[in-house]
């Protein structure tokens, strides 16, 4: 038997195929499969996921074949087997049934793909450096940082902090308000910023490290209006959920970790610029970190909740599914997990009256400042100018979602926030 029939009698996938477990998207179960080789993400249902977790090199067509029938209560085919088998080499998964070229052809087109990501029409990301191996190397030193015995008094210490910011929010607000600020002040407490938002991320990355995953950039990201550091971690689509949520509260856990020192400074130093400085980050550090648990806004919070749920995309999923009833009732979501219904219905809702609250809050913050500057009816025509700008632009972005959506995922997946 030739080494080619042998890939063909007993598949093996080749070693840097991993398979992760299920998440639930548009109401169907789906496994995410990273090729480490290429960088290809590709998204297969359970039955797929069923026949390649066990294409080990030990067992045969007829094993695999059993082991399904007895699973699914149906047998496989050899138009299955095709099917299966085509999927498989067009993707060069098979140990041993990989050529070459077409290898290297994925590997570019992938590259390609996470070129063309990083760029939007109000974002982009400019990589500065893989940080995988560096992470590789610090782990042994941080492993203790990961056990039970550095977080649970580490998470005490952290709630403390937002205690005392809670109990001195006045005093924190009218320090930050008043007065004249020296230009060293301001440049410490936006460098201090910078260095905590990159130590936000890269908890991120050795998070996602810890758990098995590959870290493949660090770099700078421009999300319009903001410029901050990020860290890819792509590979938490291969996670369990725990560990999905882990890997996105790091980052918020580390960002109020870093605000420990400042609470000590601002309870017991004097007078003067430390004490003030403290301040201003004990309030900024500790309003970004709430913003960040918002579950309504594509931060830390919301892929926090949408991994706790098992969820590959909330808020995509929760507007498909108010599309469906409100076009069709009650009876076009019918075929939905009541689970899931429950959580689109509870979370679409939620959604809507906290964007109606800050869009509410915001339109009269920005008309009383117009009104005061232009007047009364230029204010109002320029909040109508802006809206329907703001309508095309999120009407264009839709458009090109909708457009975008694919089985395989060039260079990348879902990000772990923040």
């Given at each position: 038997?030739?080494?080619?029939?042998?890939?063909?009698?007993?598949?093996?996938?080749?070693?840097?195929v991993?398979?992760?477990?299920?998440q639930?998207?548009?109401?169907?179960?789906?496994?995410?499969?990273?090729?480490?080789e290429?960088?290809?993400?590709?998204?297969?249902?359970?039955?797929e996921?069923?026949?390649?977790?066990?294409?080990?090199?030990?067992?045969?067509?007829?094993?695999?074949?059993?082991?399904?029938?007895?699973?699914?209560?149906?047998?496989?085919?050899?138009?299955?087997?095709?099917?299966?088998?085509?999927?498989?080499?067009?993707?060069?998964?098979?140990d041993?049934?990989?050529?070459?070229?077409?290898?290297?052809?994925?590997?570019?087109?992938?590259?390609?793909?996470?070129?063309?990501?990083?760029?939007?029409?109000?974002?982009?990301?400019?990589?500065?450096?893989?940080?995988?191996?560096?992470?590789?190397?610090?782990?042994?030193?941080?492993?203790?940082?990961f056990?039970?015995?550095?977080?649970?008094?580490?998470?005490?210490?952290?709630?403390?902090?937002?205690?005392?910011?809670?109990?001195?929010?006045?005093?924190?607000?009218?320090?930050?308000?008043g007065g004249?600020?020296?230009?060293?002040?301001?440049?410490?407490?936006?460098?201090?910023?910078?260095?905590?938002?990159?130590?936000?991320e890269?908890?991120?990355?050795?998070?996602?490290?810890?758990?098995?995953?590959?870290?493949?950039?660090i770099?700078?990201?421009?999300?319009?209006?903001?410029?901050?550091?990020?860290?890819?971690?792509?590979?938490?689509?291969l996670?369990?959920?725990?560990?999905?949520?882990?890997?996105?509260?790091?980052?918020?856990?580390?960002?109020?970790?870093?605000?420990?020192?400042?609470?000590?400074?601002?309870?017991?130093?004097?007078?003067?610029?430390?004490?003030?400085?403290?301040?201003?980050?004990?309030?900024?550090?500790?309003?970004?970190a709430?913003?960040?648990?918002v579950?309504?806004?594509?931060?830390?919070?919301?892929?926090?909740?949408?991994?706790?749920?098992?969820?590959?995309?909330?808020?995509?999923?929760?507007?498909?599914?108010?599309?469906?009833?409100?076009?069709?009732?009650?009876?076009?979501?019918?075929?939905?997990?009541?689970?899931?219904?429950?959580?689109?219905?509870?979370?679409?809702?939620?959604?809507?009256?906290?964007?109606?609250?800050?869009?509410?809050?915001?339109?009269?913050?920005?008309?009383?400042?117009?009104?005061?500057?232009?007047?009364?009816?230029?204010?109002?025509?320029?909040?109508?100018?802006?809206?329907?700008?703001?309508?095309?632009?999120?009407?264009?972005?839709?458009?090109r979602?909708?457009?975008?959506?694919?089985?395989?995922?060039?260079?990348?997946?879902?990000?772990?926030?923040?």
């Amino acid at each position: 038997m030739t080494t080619l029939d042998a890939t063909w009698a007993r598949p093996r996938l080749r070693a840097g195929v991993v398979l992760g477990p299920g998440q639930w998207r548009s109401g169907k179960l789906v496994h995410h499969v990273k090729d480490r080789e290429t960088g290809w993400f590709y998204r297969i249902g359970p039955r797929e996921h069923f026949l390649l977790s066990r294409m080990d090199g030990t067992r045969s067509l007829d094993d695999l074949a059993a082991e399904y029938a007895t699973t699914y209560r149906r047998a496989l085919g050899p138009e299955n087997w095709q099917q299966i088998f085509g999927m498989l080499q067009k993707r060069q998964l098979l140990d041993g049934a990989a050529d070459p070229a077409t290898i290297a052809r994925l590997t570019a087109t992938a590259a390609e793909g996470a070129a063309r990501n990083r760029r939007g029409p109000l974002s982009a990301r400019f990589p500065l450096f893989d940080p995988d191996r560096l992470f590789g190397r610090l782990l042994p030193w941080l492993r203790p940082v990961f056990s039970w015995a550095f977080v649970l008094p580490a998470l005490l210490a952290v709630l403390l902090v937002a205690g005392y910011v809670a109990l001195h929010l006045p005093d924190l607000i009218g320090g930050v308000g008043g007065g004249h600020r020296p230009l060293a002040e301001i440049v410490a407490s936006v460098a201090i910023t910078w260095v905590i938002v990159l130590l936000h991320e890269c908890a991120h990355g050795l998070t996602c490290r810890h758990f098995g995953g590959r870290v493949t950039e660090i770099g700078v990201m421009w999300r319009f209006p903001l410029v901050a550091p990020y860290c890819k971690v792509d590979d938490i689509v291969l996670f369990t959920p725990r560990q999905r949520v882990a890997t996105a509260f790091a980052g918020i856990f580390v960002s109020m970790l870093a605000l420990v020192p400042f609470a000590a400074i601002r309870a017991w130093a004097g007078p003067g610029s430390p004490r003030d400085l403290a301040g201003t980050m004990l309030l900024f550090g500790t309003a970004t970190a709430a913003l960040n648990l918002v579950p309504f806004l594509r931060l830390d919070g919301y892929y926090m909740l949408s991994h706790a749920l098992n969820l590959a995309d909330l808020r995509a999923d929760t507007y498909a599914f108010w599309r469906r009833l409100l076009r069709g009732g009650p009876a076009a979501v019918a075929d939905q997990r009541r689970r899931d219904r429950l959580i689109y219905g509870a979370y679409g809702l939620a959604s809507a009256l906290f964007a109606v609250t800050v869009l509410t809050l915001l339109i009269r913050f920005w008309y009383v400042s117009l009104a005061g500057w232009v007047g009364p009816g230029w204010a109002l025509a320029v909040l109508v100018t802006e809206g329907l700008l703001l309508l095309a632009v999120a009407g264009r972005l839709a458009r090109r979602r909708r457009a975008g959506g694919d089985a395989s995922i060039p260079g990348g997946a879902a990000p772990a926030g923040g």
